[in-house]
């Protein structure tokens, strides 16, 4: 059962197969969805999502606890593990299902998201400006159970080891006080 204090966070930083394995390994996390929001249809498939035009984005579903975590510190780790200055493009997935978005549940969402926004541009943390849009969370359709926890059932496949691999490293790096001692 979910603590009844859990909060939810919706972010698309590229494929959910990544974000998903990030995410997951975040002790106060309890739950990471893959899925798809911010489109114009009702009960997209992933055929109809990788097309482009439906206008969703690939994007996972945070179950946290802010108890444990915060929005703002899964905000850094957000920022942190994708390109957050490439329009619609992570890597080799191009299209607008993989453009960087912050989908918020609240008004204090929406201003922590522009806070950080602020802060990583007045830091010039990147070279680039920030491209990520920041949008009232819609419908959230969750993605087919072959989508599901794909980088712990396909660690071997290529795209895993190019794409994924180094995400996770950067995120322990990076983030190793934040982790679940059993997903390390």
Known sequence: MENI????ATLAGGCFWCTEAVF???????TVIPGFTGGQIKNPAYREII?????????????????????KELLLIFFSTHDPTTLNRQQ????????????????????EAEAIVKTLEDQEVFKD????????????????????E???????????????DPKIKKLRQLFSDKLKKAKI
């Open 24 to 30: 997951e390994r975040i002790e106060g996390v309890s």
């Open 5 to 8: 204090e859990s909060k939810i």
């Open 129 to 148: 400006p920030i491209v990520t849009e920041i949008t009232q969370a819609s419908p959230f359709y969750e993605a087919e159970a072959e989508h599901k």
């Open 51 to 71: 097309s482009g035009r439906t206008g969703h984005a690939e994007a996972i579903e945070v179950h946290f606890d802010p108890a444990v975590i915060s929005f």
């Open 92 to 111: 080799y997935d191009k299209g607008t299902q993989y453009r960087s978005a912050i989908f918020y549940h609240s008004e204090d969402q929406k201003q």
């Open 150 to 164: 794909y980088y712990s059932k396909h660690r071997q496949q290529q795209y895993c080891q190019v794409i994924i």
